[in-house]
């Protein structure tokens, strides 16, 4: 199993930035994709953005494309996501996620983290 710690999240006024990142720990080796969901209140979980090992392919849901990028430093088993002009629809907890693939990743099956919260104000 792979330990994950988010960290970075806040309160944001809308148009401005935030960085999340989350470092893995434990089983954390080369052959972990990696990603990050949301849940807005009331609101069930969603994918956002999720990364493949190497950082070669990733990927984003619609609603954060050209807003939100997701990179990674295996050296330091940590992925990020830059989130630019943020909306006050982004608000949510921010959860990472660690599978064995891609696919685990984006079908919620992978390890969690405890999430982070992101608030953005209008």
């Known amino acids: 199993q792979v330990q994950l710690g988010e960290s970075g999240g806040g309160l944001v006024q809308a148009g401005g930035s935030l960085r999340l990142s989350c470092a893995a720990s434990?089983?954390?080796?080369?052959?972990?994709?990696m990603g990050w969901f949301r849940q807005a209140p009331g609101k069930e979980r969603e994918f956002v953005a999720g990364?493949?090992?190497?950082?070669?392919?990733?990927y984003y849901a619609d609603s954060v494309k050209g807003r939100f990028t997701i990179s990674r430093a295996n050296a330091k088993n940590t992925v990020h996501l830059q989130m630019n002009v943020l909306k006050p629809e982004d608000t949510g907890v921010y959860y990472c996620t660690a599978g064995t693939s891609t696919v685990e990743v984006m079908k919620a099956e992978g390890s969690w983290g405890q999430g982070t919260q992101v608030t953005v104000s209008s």
């Open positions: 990364i493949n090992w190497s950082g070669s392919s990733p």
């Open positions: 434990g089983r954390a080796d080369r052959y972990y994709a």
